[in-house]
């Protein structure tokens, strides 16, 4: 048995060893690929939900032998677990969120909160499902919380403050912005599912993509939100309503002429909403001109140039 | 410490604690003899 478990930890070792080479190898060949900073890793996290998968199936032998209380506390155990899986994952993506904005609030502290959870679930599985003293199945759930300490991190605490020319904050008038036009994109995507019509569909996708292409520049750049400022409060606005509207109408009167009407306005919402993007694109390239400029004048004035 | 370094480090610990804390649930689950129904206890 002991020589058993020896190999079997020797085993685990070498597997998770080569698991982060073959991970820290396929993310440096992927990093040239990959266009967005931060986007959240669909794997990260997954390890704690396979891991306790014995727990469910040591509640499921208990349940085929016939012991209620052995089925009883795998089940809390596995359904502990299961939890702080969940909460973790969801505290990675937060955090993700937050690494890839600029702006941005402290996250709620989820991650630590899943460890929490994990390092709970973890004691009571070593000490009502394996039997060990509540010392030792107190030992294991410190363990697992160290483990999801250095795997995982504790979530961030600081917020993204972000200030305007004048020294003013304007943290929160710049995320309730971005927040408005988030659930105005969220609700014209909502609106397309209720529009049948192919044409006009693939019209409406192709603009959400557009607005959230501008949405990511401005999150990336809140300084473009002087220049995005008819974007927000006028164009996406008006698109929303004017889908909304024709989502409702359609349904009830069949009217060829507003079916064309509507074409045609979500013809040019979608130029303006491209023209804008190109836009924000070019205030980059002129930011990054000057900066260059000033950088080589200051250079031609120290006489490196 | 490294970054690599600390995440491998969590990432044993995570098997040590939550892995053998399941495996051994499941161990002991499918070892343990239970006690037979009442109605199949040998009568006195």
């Known amino acids: 048995m002991g020589r058993l478990l020896l190999l079997a930890g020797a085993v685990l070792i070498s597997l998770t060893a080569l698991m982060l080479l073959l991970k820290r190898r396929i993310r440096t060949m992927a990093e040239r690929y990959q266009q967005t900073p931060g986007r959240f890793p669909s794997t990260r996290g997954i390890l704690m939900f396979l891991l306790p998968l014995p727990v469910l199936f040591a509640a499921v032998a208990s349940l085929a032998r016939g012991d209620l209380g052995g089925l009883f506390d795998n089940a809390i155990g596995y359904g502990l677990f299961l939890g702080g899986a969940l909460l973790l994952r969801r505290g990675l993506r937060l955090e993700a969120e937050y690494d890839r904005r600029r702006v941005a609030k402290a996250p709620w502290p989820l991650k630590t909160l899943g460890g929490g959870v994990i390092a709970l679930a973890t004691g ?182 | 410490m490294p970054d690599y370094l600390r995440k491998f480090i969590g990432l044993l610990l995570i098997f040590a604690a939550v892995g053998v804390a399941s495996c051994e649930a499941l161990w002991v689950s499918c070892c343990t003899t239970a006690a037979p129904p009442a109605a199949l206890a040998p009568r006195n």
């Open chain 1, 124 to 305: 009571l599985t070593a000490w009502s499902g394996a039997h060990y003293p509540p010392a030792m199945a107190g030992a294991f759930g410190l363990v697992a919380l160290l483990g999801c300490y250095l795997s995982y991190g504790f979530d961030p605490r600081i917020a993204k403050r972000f200030t305007d020319r004048d020294g003013v904050d304007v943290t929160n008038r710049v995320l309730e912005a971005l927040t408005q036009a988030e659930t105005s994109i969220a609700a014209i995507e909502q609106t397309t599912r209720d529009i049948r019509n192919a044409e006009l569909n693939s019209r409406l996708r192709r603009i959400v993509a557009l607005a959230r292409r501008i949405l990511t520049l401005l999150e990336e750049d809140p300084r473009d939100l002087r220049r995005a400022r008819k974007f927000l409060n006028v164009y996406l606005d008006g698109a929303k309503q004017v889908t909304e509207g024709y989502a409702k109408t359609h349904g009830r009167v069949a009217m060829p002429e507003l079916e064309d009407n509507f074409r045609r306005v979500l013809a040019t919402i979608e130029e303006v909403f491209q023209e804008q993007q190109q836009k924000l694109l070019e205030a980059d390239v002129t930011d990054l001109d000057v900066q260059i400029e000033v950088l080589t004048t200051q250079l031609k004035r120290e006489g490196v140039i």
